[in-house]
């Protein structure tokens, strides 16, 4: 009976596959024109540009009178707006929002949240905070932890299976760390919570078991908080979790501050490194030689004015008094971003943003790390790739994101004016695209 069966549905198959291939759908095609096209790498703009997509691939870039629009096409006439490649913020946490008044208490919020909110309500928030995401233009994250129990590997599926609008999600369910996570000392009765959040590590073979763990979860790529208190990860556990993940060709972020955690991320030959807010240069010039990205998840001193006192108005007085709090803090950010960048080490936009900023959305909360970059020196032009080409290389998508070439993905985004002039025209994306669908498209 069995074989019949097999027999059976094999000849269905090969009577039904070719009907199948004789009326295919032609793609739909769309071409947006616009008064310029930042295409991620290159350092000129392509002028009266005209994008031609077919389907969720680009299929052709022409200037002027040179672009040849086939019938059928729909023309989206984009005027004086720049088309970029869709953003990529390679350090999110969709799945967590802190009470940005609440900055200098990040443990207790983090085990109210942890202890209060289940995995299924964190994916719900993630929903909401993924859509504004995708339409603020950003169209790829890298969700680096804090969301439960592969929380985010289910916001993934839901986005990638159209459920819900969201941006592609490289995922990296729990985050490995050190004894305690990054709960600070809890009682032993607590310790469970601490689970909750990050796979605990004890010596590199439980470190290889929790890469292979990760991965069976559904991870993209792998979190390590190399810090811990009292101990960091150390660099045999390290060693062990970048030999495990890159033999199933998954990257490696580490959170790292301070130069004994980056030097053992660094030496253990991870992907990128968050944050380094303290880091010397020689860790540096091994970053460069090996390639390993610099993640900057820094901010301006308004946004950390901003976020300290809500929708409040402080008095001049409270709001010199945070200025002059954050402002080492902020000095030593600028001074290793330019110390990164003068050695080479490159680097990829993220905005590590889990706080509640007033009057801005996660999206546009999350931009604000380019007037951060602005401020620590960087161009407008190293901007856009540092969020563009850069973090595609970081993601290990470049070679379907990143650029707007042709074969790669449609997701691309247009901006009012020239954003090679002012780098805060990022945060106005008007037009958003992602695989060719049309998410937002503002006069
Ligand atoms: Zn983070």
Known sequence: MKRHLIAFSVVSLM???????????????IALRAARLIDGKSDTPIMNAVVLIEGDKIASIASGSAAVIPPETTVIDLGDQTLLPGLIDSHTHLLSEMNGENLTLQDVEMLRIVATQSTAERALLGAKLGREDLEAGIT???????????GDVALR???NRGWLPGPRIIAATRALAAPGGQFGTLIPEAQKIIEQEYVTLNGPDSARQAVRQALYDGANCIKVIVNGSPADVTLDEMKAIVDEAHAYKAKVAAHAIGEHATRIAAEAGVDSIEHAYIVPDDVLKMMAQKHIFLVPTDGTEQTFIDMTFGVRRPSAEERAKVAAQMKPYIAGNQDRLRRARALGVPIAAGSDMYLTMPGKNRGQASLLMFEAYTAEGMSPQEIIRAATSNAAELLGLQDRLGTIEKGKLADIIAVPGNPLNDSTLLEHARFVMKGGAIIKNEK
């Open 157 to 159: 599926k839901a986005i």
């Open 15 to 29: 009577v039904i596959c070719p009907l199948l291939g004789q009326s295919p759908d032609s793609p739909h095609r």
């Open 140 to 150: 790829t994250v890298r969700d680096l932890g804090n969301s439960g129990v592969n």
